[in-house]
């Protein structure tokens, strides 16, 4: 048992979870609210000054990257999201770190670039920007029911 509880243990320590904290979030959004907004399908901006160097942020997590309507995106954030790769906590957190070297590593292309060129350091911060944009984010869709087709998304808004 003693063996099983330190396995436990280091096991813990190997990949420790992030506490979030929405209201820090909210403070850290302030500088990400230079390129982007978070607004609604009604056009009420939730957060931020109506940005439009980068994607609207509402919807973001549980979305294909590179895919919000009418935005002009970098060709290798098109690419990830070709493979079908979708945002969520642990890849947004590495993601605002670094973008390029996230996309150089997701792609397995050392030539992939981001146009973010902004990194949030520390990995509570990006935690932290995640809740917040969580919070202001529709409740993701309930899955379908065994047997079921998928619900179309088509007019949901999607994004970076």
């Known amino acids: 048992m003693r063996l099983t509880l330190t396995a436990i243990a280091f096991a813990s320590l190997a990949a420790p979870t992030l506490a979030q904290d929405i209201e820090a979030g909210a403070k850290v ?24 160097t980068g994607p609207n942020l509402y ?18 954030i098109v690419a990830l999201g ?23 590593a997701k792609l397995g292309d050392d030539k992939a670039k981001s146009k973010m060129a902004y ?3 520390k990995p509570e911060d990006a935690a932290n920007v995640w809740a917040y944009i969580v919070s202001l984010s529709p ?21 970076n």
Not at 59 to 76: D, H, I, L
Not at 83 to 103: H, R
Not at 139 to 159: H, K, Q, R, V
């Open 82 to 104: 070709a493979t079908g790769f979708v945002w969520d906590e642990a890849n947004f957190v590495e993601y605002v770190q670094d973008p390029a070297k996230f996309l150089k």
């Open 29 to 52: 959004f302030n500088q990400c609210q230079t390129c982007h907004v978070v607004q609604n399908e009604a056009g009420e901006v939730l957060a931020g000054k109506n940005a439009k």
């Open 139 to 159: 409740a993701a869709a309930a899955p379908a029911a065994e047997g079921a087709a998928p619900a179309a998304d088509a007019a949901a808004p999607a994004t």
């Open 119 to 121: 990194k949030l350091k």
């Open 59 to 76: 919807g973001m997590p549980g979305r294909v990257a590179g895919s919000y309507p009418e935005f002009k995106y970098g060709e290798s």
